[in-house]
């Protein structure tokens, strides 16, 4: 299942690919309850620079199966240390979605071994890269902790997340596709019975040649909502009348996207 799921980043399920290269690193027999698994995680969060989680909470147990990444693809030196967990339940029935990962980065060594602290970088930048499409994630790091700068954000990663509205397939598939900068927008547009748009758009000019790509676009309504890497897009766009909106932007709401898709939706009937 799990080379099945790495496979399909060929066709942009990106979601499952972090998944399935997280739960990759579930170590066999390691296996424990959720206070357990709490317990491991409150081990890497806390620990000192050099802090090492080779034994965890002795507690017993099967719900979560559990596994390291600083000694696999992020080699052996404690620059970087990180935890991905699996519910047992979910992994049994062949699902993804209960997968957590805490990645944890140890910025002493910047000065400490420069050398090692260059490639612990590299390595980091591209898990966290992967790593941010996996539904439950945090990534922090020994200084941050230690200043306390993470106040409350840190809460609880391996409880159950709220439920979600089931959408349709076609709905449920632009999901799982869609770049996570717009997941929490597309799921409260949905919800609100906004059509579903395009992924991946691509304005093209009447002779057939790329202008502009937006990560979400609905072609009838000439809306757009861009990506930060986009925006050098955006004259294209608005050159060819369509309303533009940036990934993450404050005027970029449910009730401002809604109300451009209905205007546009009308103009485009009145023509």
């Given at each position: 299942?799990?080379?099945?799921?790495?496979?399909?980043?060929?066709?942009?399920?990106?979601?499952?690919?972090?998944?399935?290269?997280?739960?990759?690193?579930?170590?066999?027999?390691?296996?424990?309850?959720?206070?357990?698994?709490?317990?491991?995680?409150?081990?890497?969060?806390?620990?000192?620079?050099?802090?090492?989680?080779?034994?965890?909470p002795g507690t017993l147990g099967t719900e979560?199966?559990?596994?390291?990444?600083?000694?696999?693809?992020?080699?052996?030196?404690?620059?970087?240390?990180?935890?991905?967990?699996?519910?047992?339940?979910?992994?049994?029935?062949?699902?993804?979605?209960?997968?957590?990962?805490?990645?944890?980065?140890?910025?002493?060594?910047?000065?400490?071994?420069?050398?090692?602290?260059?490639?612990?970088?590299?390595?980091?930048?591209?898990?966290?890269?992967?790593?941010?499409?996996?539904?439950?994630?945090?990534?922090?790091?020994?200084?941050?902790?230690?200043?306390?700068?993470?106040?409350?954000?840190?809460?609880?990663?391996?409880?159950?997340?709220?439920?979600?509205?089931?959408?349709?397939?076609?709905?449920?598939?632009?999901?799982?596709?869609?770049?996570?900068?717009?997941?929490?927008?597309?799921?409260?547009?949905?919800?609100?019975?906004?059509?579903?748009?395009?992924?991946?758009?691509?304005?093209?000019?009447?002779?057939?040649?790329?202008?502009?790509?937006?990560?979400?676009?609905?072609?009838?309504?000439?809306?757009?909502?861009?990506?930060?890497?986009?925006?050098?897009?955006?004259?294209?766009?608005?050159?060819?009348?369509?309303?533009?909106?940036l990934a993450g932007a404050n005027e970029t709401?449910?009730?401002?996207?809604?109300?451009?898709?209905?205007?546009?939706?009308?103009?485009?009937?009145?023509?």
């Amino acid at each position: 299942m799990l080379l099945a799921r790495l496979d399909r980043s060929k066709g942009r399920d990106w979601k499952g690919f972090a998944s399935a290269w997280a739960l990759s690193f579930l170590e066999q027999g390691r296996t424990t309850t959720l206070s357990g698994a709490e317990g491991l995680r409150d081990a890497l969060l806390e620990s000192g620079q050099r802090g090492s989680l080779e034994h965890g909470p002795g507690t017993l147990g099967t719900e979560w199966q559990t596994g390291r990444l600083q000694h696999l693809l992020l080699g052996s030196s404690p620059v970087i240390q990180g935890l991905v967990f699996g519910r047992t339940e979910s992994l049994a029935r062949g699902s993804l979605e209960d997968t957590v990962l805490s990645l944890r980065l140890n910025e002493a060594y910047a000065s400490h071994a420069p050398a090692r602290w260059k490639d612990a970088w590299r390595k980091y930048l591209w898990a966290t890269n992967v790593a941010q499409f996996v539904r439950r994630y945090e990534f922090v790091t020994a200084e941050g902790i230690e200043s306390g700068r993470y106040a409350g954000l840190l809460g609880d990663l391996l409880g159950a997340p709220p439920p979600r509205r089931v959408f349709a397939p076609e709905a449920e598939s632009l999901l799982a596709h869609a770049d996570p900068a717009v997941a929490d927008l597309l799921i409260v547009l949905l919800g609100a019975g906004a059509p579903v748009p395009e992924t991946g758009y691509e304005l093209a000019r009447e002779d057939g040649e790329i202008v502009g790509m937006a990560e979400l676009g609905w072609e009838k309504a000439r809306v757009a909502v861009l990506l930060l890497r986009e925006e050098p897009f955006r004259a294209a766009f608005e050159k060819a009348g369509w309303t533009v909106f940036l990934a993450g932007a404050n005027e970029t709401n449910r009730d401002t996207l809604l109300a451009a898709l209905g205007a546009g939706g009308k103009a485009e009937g009145q023509e």
